[in-house]
Nanobody, 117 residues
C-alpha cells in the first residue's frame, strides 16, 4: 500500500523559515516527479515547486529565491525549505508524486503552514 506523508508544518513568524518533509512508503520516489502544492482558505490548490526524477527543480514565481525543493533518494524523502516566509504563504501544503513513465499519481494528506506574528 502506498502512503505519502507530509510533516514539518506549523506556526512561523513572518521572515522565518520552515522545512517541510514528504516521506513515502510503498514506492521509490526516485522514479517520480515530485511536486509541492498549496491551498489557502477559499483559494484553489496551486503548484509551488517541483523536482524531476533527474533532480531538475521548478518554482512558481511567488516563491523563487525563497523556497528550495530537494530530494533524498536514499531515505525516500522530498523536502521543501521555506525561507523568508510571509503571510501569503499560509496554506495547507500537499506533496504529490507522479510516476515519470506511467503518470500514476499519489497525494499526501497535507501539512498546515501558518505565517503570523
Amino acid at each position: 500500500q502506498v502512503q505519502i506523508t507530509e510533516s514539518g508544518g506549523g506556526l512561523v513568524q513572518p521572515g522565518g523559515s520552515l522545512r517541510l518533509s514528504c516521506a513515502a512508503s510503498g514506492i521509490m520516489l526516485r522514479n517520480y516527479l515530485m511536486r509541492w502544492y498549496r491551498q489557502a482558505p477559499g483559494k484553489q490548490r496551486e503548484l509551488v515547486a517541483s523536482i524531476s526524477s533527474g533532480g531538475t527543480p521548478y518554482y512558481v514565481d511567488s516563491v523563487k529565491g525563497r523556497f528550495t525543493i530537494s530530494r533524498n533518494n536514499t531515505n525516500n524523502r522530498v523536502y521543501l525549505q521555506m525561507n523568508t516566509v510571509n503571510p501569503e504563504d499560509t496554506a495547507d501544503y500537499f506533496c504529490n508524486a507522479r510516476h515519470h513513465l506511467s503518470g500514476g499519481m499519489y497525494w499526501g494528506q497535507g501539512t498546515q503552514v501558518t505565517v503570523s506574528s
